[in-house]
């Protein structure tokens, strides 16, 4: 672990703070976007405004986590959010 | 990161706010320019005369410069004299690729003005940093987000925000750096936390398009729709007929009645039966950002045809969000405000930055030091860069306001050169840094951009076009001027306090 070279482990979290951070704030708002329960228009609008919230967080959690890979939890958390956000799209591709 | 949270938000916040605070001062200070992008534009440009002619009057002979030259044109663009910008202009064309020709609101007859970028620059490098558009605005966007990490992480770090909420230890080197950073960031952090969120807001739907992707298909056009932002449009074989103008001064009095000072006028298919006049306001008067926003008229009866929009509660939440950081709302006293307020996000990013390299200073400044070749050459890159990018970014912006009144007025692409003369500056600012001692550098760079700043009343005495808005401009340029030499003074010569690094240390364990 401690023979892992000071740059890749500064590379690999910063790399989950950029993408994952992303994804995951891509998929919480596709996920609020689709179950708040507001006319459709309204509700984009309203899922978008907290998602830089969502990506701050992401980034601090990427540099806080104790070990490297719990650095990418977001993106990890990312896949059933977006799930939610594009489930009949993810059906129609499934079907 | 590292073992404890403290240290690893400490970690992030160093070498983040070291490597992206360069590129987010450029930001922050040409932001805090823009605030008064009208006003340097009309600066920039002397030949546009101060004007009291009425709005009307000017409408008036906008139309008949534009019936006498362009009576066939499809579309004429009129921007009416404000209270910000005393020009008049008319275009034809759409609205980004139009021909603007800029008339003597007094006569009515064009005005041979020179082209100048004006404060418009700033606006636009303030969000794109002048890379192409589209790159320009991911880029900002992504140096907002680390803003953002930036001030939590402060935050975090910053363990006794309320009992040093008034610290200020001047004098005392390092721990002044500290106390201003800290000072300038806790008691305004409700409006750098607030400026940067709502600068995200602005391109949100650019950013992260995740809400249209999932409910619209990805479908924008149909997003737009259901936000009901539909365009009102004539039948086509109207725009074929011939028939008169209306009277514009009715239409632009009961336009401003309805929504407070206007700002230009539309008139698409003029002089047809199916012309349309777009009556828009200036932005600001109200919060709401209301950009694109017009009273659609039929140009033949002049009866109202599409009213502004009464926002729902959610596009009006982000519309307010995007005005809050547009700032054109309560006219001059919030432009002061939010230009003060600027300035000292720009001086809590500045003294972040020194910071870093003076903590590191005397471990790489004794000649003796123990400190490897390859850490000592990283350290002179980081304070080349932030003389260069402190420093020698304001030298570029105040050169910008001194090429736009010296650069030849009837050079060919007189723009780009004024941008050339920008960048430039800019560039010889980081090469000055890398050839002269940090110290030297920071004094002579201050030292040119106060007397650039102070100087910019003495050329508008030779360069002509003197009126309140550019007294202003100038005024403003040589209070910044002295505050500079202030600056510039005091780096050249610190209170002797600081001389022995085993001094300084017993200094501050006694603090």
């Known amino acids: ?95 | 990161m590292k073992n404890t949270f403290t240290q690893s938000m400490a970690w992030l916040h160093t070498w983040a706010g070291l490597i992206f605070g360069w590129l987010l001062f450029a930001i922050f200070v040409t932001g805090t320019l823009a605030v008064f992008d009208k006003e340097l534009n009309h600066w920039m440009q002397p030949e546009i005369p101060a004007s009291t002619v009425s709005q009307a009057d000017a409408a008036k002979r906008a139309i008949s410069y534009l019936q006498q030259h362009q009576a066939n044109a499809g579309n004429w663009g009129i921007s009416l004299p404000t209270e910000r910008s005393p020009g008049l202009s008319v275009s034809t064309g759409d609205r980004r690729h139009g021909v603007v020709v800029p008339l003597d609101p007094n006569s009515g007859e064009p005005l041979a003005v020179r082209d100048s970028v004006g404060g418009n620059f700033f606006f636009r490098f303030h969000f794109t940093l002048d890379l192409p558009r589209n790159w320009g605005i991911f880029v900002v966007g992504a140096l907002a987000l680390v803003m953002l990490a930036g001030l939590i992480t402060g935050i975090v770090i910053h363990k006794k925000i309320f009992k040093e909420f008034f610290t200020f230890r001047p004098d005392k080197g390092q721990r002044s750096w500290l106390d201003f950073h800290n000072a300038s960031a806790v008691l305004l952090l409700p409006f750098h936390l607030m400026i940067t969120y709502t600068g995200l807001v602005i391109f949100m739907m650019i950013y992260i398009p995740a809400g249209v992707d999932a409910v619209f298909e990805g479908d924008s056009r149909a997003y737009f729709q259901a936000q009901g932002n539909a365009r009102v449009e004539q039948p086509r074989r109207l725009a074929k007929t011939p028939a008169e103008l209306v009277e514009l001064a009715p239409l632009l009095a009961e336009a401003e009645a309805r929504l407070g000072p206007i700002g230009s006028i539309g008139i698409r298919n003029p002089n047809t039966a199916a012309a349309l006049i777009e009556v828009r306001p200036v932005l600001g008067n109200r919060i709401a950002l209301t950009k694109g926003n017009a009273m659609v008229f039929d140009g033949v009866s002049g009866k109202l045809l599409s009213d502004v929009p009464e926002l729902r509660p959610a596009p009006l939440t982000q519309r307010v969000m995007a005005g809050l950081h547009f700032a054109q709302f309560g006219g001059y006293p919030m432009r002061w405000l939010y230009f003060i307020c600027g300035l000292i996000s720009c001086a809590m990013i500045a003294s972040g930055l020194v910071l870093f390299c003076v903590k590191r200073g005397r471990k790489y400044a004794a000649a003796d030091s123990r400190a490897d070749a390859a850490a000592r050459r990283w350290y002179r890159v980081a304070e080349v860069c932030n003389v260069g990018f402190i420093s020698g970014l304001m030298v570029a912006c105040v050169g910008l306001l001194w090429a736009s009144r010296l650069l030849p007025a009837e050079l060919a692409q007189r723009e780009a050169w004024e941008v050339r003369a920008f960048f430039g500056l800019w560039l010889l600012a980081l090469l000055h840094a890398g050839v002269r001692p940090a110290k030297q550098a920071w004094v002579e760079q201050l030292a040119l951009c106060a007397v650039l700043c102070g100087g910019l009343g003495v050329l508008g005495i030779f360069a002509g076009g003197v009126d309140h808005l550019r007294l202003g401009v100038e005024v403003t340029g040589l209070v910044l001027g002295i505050g500079l030499a202030l600056a510039a003074w005091r780096v050249a010569c610190p209170k002797p306090v600081v001389v022995k690094p085993r001094a300084a240390r017993t200094m501050e364990a006694k603090a």
């Not at chain 1, 990418?72 to 129609?92: D, E, H, N, T």
């Open chain 1, 1 to 95: 672990m401690s023979e892992t070279p000071t740059w890749l482990r500064i590379l690999s979290r910063s790399g989950a703070a950029l993408l994952g951070g992303y994804a995951f704030s891509y998929a919480s708002t596709a996920c609020l976007a689709r179950i708040l329960p507001l006319a459709p228009a309204d509700a984009v609008i309203v899922a978008t405004l907290p998602a830089f919230v969502f990506y701050t967080l992401a980034i601090l959690w990427a540099f806080a986590s104790r070990d490297a890979l719990r650095a990418w939890a977001p993106l990890a958390l990312a896949v059933p959010l977006a799930l939610i956000g594009f489930w009949p799209q993810a059906l129609r591709w499934l079907a």
